[in-house]
């Protein structure tokens, strides 16, 4: 069964595409997260930093569009 996705203010139906993750599923997306933080928290804090400011650069060039 489908997961939707609903619009909280209009009620609109945004998106019906999701489907429930199996346990296995949830599983291995979990242990991908961990090995991925794991990497993470070794990287030099520059480094994190550097990324960091990057994602904020994209966000503030897309603020409009994903604001809408």
Known sequence: MPITTINPTTGEELRTEWEKLTANEIDAKLAKSDEAF?????TPFAER?????????????????LGR
């Not at 794991?38 to 070794?42: E, F």
């Not at 930093?49 to 569009?65: F, H």
Request: net charge positive.
């Open 38 to 42: 794991r990497a993470h928290r070794r």
């Open 49 to 65: 930093a550097a990324k960091m400011r990057a994602a904020a650069d994209i966000l503030a060039d897309e603020k409009e569009r």
